[in-house]
């Protein structure tokens, strides 16, 4: 996958996560508690596995002992920290080359089953990951009646580069 694709993808994700929690942070929570815990909790979800092949990519180790937190965090705070991940990795794509994309890199899944991936299927991984999650939080807010955001790369470029809407 070149690089400039990946970075690409990687800037939508960003977008799609900000757009994703502005919608959220709407929600009333006294009405919709159950549906907004339930999403909170699927977007840590997320930002646990992000850090998690973030660590693998990195050559780190992290504390994760299960693809998601015992506790909930507060959305404020997690939005804080998925902005803080998504920057790391629109940095991270930024300045990778092709050798680097092709290195296969072995690690260990939280179950402590061993795997092997190159880094361009983290990468991959990540984005798909993510992509299909917010997608079930988006599920979650038409369940109570609040229209998700359109997650779509499409709609990111148009409004990203609006110059592509000229025929």
Request: a negative charge.
């Amino acid at each position: 996958m070149p690089q400039q694709i990946l970075t690409s993808l990687f800037a939508q994700k960003s977008w799609a996560n900000r757009e994703l929690f502005d919608v959220v942070a709407s929600v009333t929570s006294t009405e919709h508690a159950a549906a907004l815990h339930t999403a909170i909790r699927m977007l840590n979800h997320i930002y646990v596995v992000d850090r998690i092949f973030r660590a693998h990519l990195a050559g780190e180790t992290h504390p994760y002992t299960a693809t998601n937190t015992p506790e909930t965090p507060e959305l404020g705070e997690l939005h804080f920290a998925v902005a803080e991940t998504d920057l790391w990795f629109e940095n991270y794509v930024s300045k990778i080359g092709a050798p680097a994309l092709a290195q296969s890199l072995a690690f260990l899944f939280t179950d402590g089953d061993s795997g092997r991936m190159t880094r361009e299927e983290m990468l991959f991984h990540v984005l798909t990951h993510g992509s299909y999650h917010r997608g079930n939080v988006g599920q979650i807010l038409k369940g109570i009646s609040v229209a998700p955001p359109r997650d779509l790369f499409t709609k990111f470029l148009h409004v990203h580069e609006p110059a592509r809407r000229r025929a």
